[in-house]
């Protein structure tokens, strides 16, 4: 009997982030090349990315704007943490307790709520 390390299970429970990119483009009606041309990349790059499971946070950020989806719902590392909520750690000034990082924090909760919302009047 041969034992499976924690980080291996972890590695298989990996989400493929350019396949959650892939459904969320073809769901929006976003054409390919309008959002390479926005990207400032090639379609290549773009059906490059659909096959990438470890596709960057700042791109899934900047796709986020470009084809107005909340990835936070399925890609559980843009989720905000609500210990950060709660306490958060204010040794010394940084991006994350910036006005900016809490405006988009409070414009993404309200893109949640409005989608919940949408769902119980369904």
């Known amino acids: 009997m041969q034992y499976v390390s924690q980080k291996l299970l ?3 429970k990996m989400q493929h ?3 959650i990119i892939k459904r969320a483009v073809y769901k929006s009606g976003f054409s390919i090349t309008e959002l390479a041309k926005r990207l400032g990349k090639s379609r ?3 059906y490059l990315m ?3 499971p470890s596709v960057s946070l700042d791109v899934v950020l900047q796709l986020e704007k470009i084809i107005h989806y909340n990835f936070s719902l399925e890609i559980k590392e843009i989720r905000p943490s609500f210990i950060d909520v709660i306490e958060p750690s204010f040794s010394g000034q940084t991006e994350k307790h910036s006005e900016e990082y809490w405006k988009n924090k409070y414009l993404r909760l309200l893109e949640e709520y409005n989608d919940l919302l949408k769902l119980n009047n369904k």
């Open 44 to 46: 290549r790059w773009v």
């Open 10 to 12: 972890n590695i298989c």
């Open 17 to 19: 982030r350019g396949e």
């Open 50 to 52: 659909f096959e990438n």
